[in-house]
């Protein structure tokens, strides 16, 4: 073990829904790859023993992905649990009496964004931050404002390098592969820009609603919820240029630059839209105006990309489930043949969940008499069935000190900066049917387009 490298585990949350989606089940991948060398203490209100936070373990793998006989046992040896409020000073007492001789803890606060404060103030109260890291989950804030003050606390107790701001999104592998097929193959990079590429779309689309989450999404809304940190950064990916370096800061860097570089948006190129039954649902306000669906135009104020409207929607209740990325090339400027300037344009299609896919769009000659072509699409498909889940990954790097995949400071107020503009004046909302693809007047956002839809990428 390298002297970097966290010797104890704290996560506060144990008996929550994202341990038992996604937690348990990455330390015991973990645990399986002989990465997890450390003891783990599990932090929650309930009334539990430690037998108890294990059989929430076993329950959680084998809900989720499916029970590692060796890996569990040795995550379930390591398991301890901590029983408290986290505004009560003696949790923290515990924590500490219960690391004891651990000096480099690494701190998971899978709690409410609302608990942040308290708890990063509790673990220094009663040194637990000496030495440590702290990873947070997303939202960092609520808006601008708030995300600069809960800095102003983080920046108190740990300095920038021990803050892990996670967004599990970021280490997903398709979205990974985003970053390595711009900057590993030599025929994308003197084509992605301005000159050549007419615009970008990022569609990230959800066939179900909000799955009893009501409360808590009727607070966050679908630009916070994943337009703000999700989105974003896959656009950041797509705009960056090439990072300067092979250290972790020199990609965090190239996206910060990126972040920097888009305008805050227009509240008039911003479409809200709330599912016709969104009201009805438990949790959520009968008069809500929380958005369940957003798309929007957004400018970037950069040399590479002036002019290249970047084109976001997601929504609930759409007809399908996928997320992909379009980007769309200029057409040729002579019309050599006659048949081109009605067709569509060369386009790059990245789909990145459920499945992945890589599309370049081309176009042939067809076979016969006369120059008459057709669309045709070079394909590239991967199973998704053995790629790492991104919560192994990003609590393994977390571990390790790693912060690449991690949101850092500058470039969360920069993101915050886009959107607050339509959190502090609310665009119109319209509803739409479920099952739909939103508000018709989304439609109106391109220019001489339509939006690509999911829906019609080929199978295969």
Not at 147 to 159: G, I, M, N, P, Y
């Amino acid at each position: 073990m390298s002297d970097d490298r966290s010797d104890a585990l704290v996560f506060f949350g144990a008996s929550g829904d994202l341990a038992f989606k996604s937690i348990f089940p990455a330390l015991q991948g973990l645990a399986a790859a002989g990465q997890l060398r450390m003891p783990v203490l599990g932090i929650a209100r309930k009334e539990w023993t430690r037998d108890d936070l294990i059989a929430r373990a076993r329950a959680s793998v084998e809900a989720n992905g499916g029970l590692d006989p060796v890996g569990f046992d040795r995550l379930a040896a390591r398991l301890q649990y901590v029983k408290g409020e986290y505004q009560d000073g003696s949790t923290y007492a515990e924590i500490r009496e219960r690391l004891g001789p651990s000096s480099r803890p690494l701190h998971y606060l899978a709690i409410p964004p609302s608990m942040f404060t308290n708890v990063v103030r509790g673990l220094a109260d009663h040194g637990c931050a000496t030495g440590a890291r702290v990873v947070l989950e997303k939202p960092f804030g609520r808006d601008l404002q708030s995300a600069r003050e809960l800095d102003v606390v983080l920046h108190q107790h740990f300095t920038e390098r021990a803050i892990f701001r996670i967004d599990h999104f970021l280490g997903k592998e398709p979205v990974q592969n985003l970053l390595y097929f711009r900057f590993a193959n030599t025929f994308l990079e003197p084509v992605w820009n301005r000159e050549y590429i007419d615009r970008i779309e990022i569609t990230m689309a959800e066939s179900f609603g909000i799955r009893g989450r009501g409360r808590l999404y009727d607070e966050l809304g679908a630009i916070r919820d994943v337009v703000q940190n999700h989105l974003l950064q896959i656009a950041a990916l797509l705009l960056m240029d090439p990072p300067v370096g092979h250290d972790s800061e020199a990609i965090r860097d190239a996206t910060g630059q990126a972040f920097r570089a888009m305008r805050p948006l227009d509240p008039t190129e911003v479409i809200r839209g709330q599912f016709d039954e969104y009201r009805a649902q438990e949790g959520v306000d009968p008069e809500s105006e929380m958005e369940t669906y957003a798309a929007l135009r957004l400018h970037v104020d950069s040399w590479r990309w002036a002019g290249v409207p970047i084109y976001i929607r997601t929504g609930k209740c759409l007809p399908v489930t996928a997320t992909e990325v379009f980007v769309a090339f200029k057409r040729p400027p002579h019309a050599v043949f006659d048949d081109v300037p009605l067709s569509p344009g060369n386009h790059v299609r990245f789909r990145l969940s459920p499945d992945v896919q890589i599309e370049l769009g081309t176009r042939a000659k067809k076979p016969g008499d006369g120059n008459i072509g057709e669309a045709v699409n070079l394909y590239a498909c991967r199973s998704t069935e053995h790629i790492l889940p991104a919560y192994h990954r990003l609590l393994g790097d977390a571990m390790r000190g790693d912060q690449t995949l991690f949101a850092r400071t500058d470039a969360v107020e920069a993101s915050w900066r886009v959107v607050d503009p339509v959190l502090e004046v609310r665009p119109p909302l319209h509803t739409y049917r479920s099952g739909s693809w939103g508000p018709d007047v989304a439609e109106r956002l391109l220019t001489n387009a339509a939006w690509h839809d999911p829906e019609l990428a080929p199978e295969r």
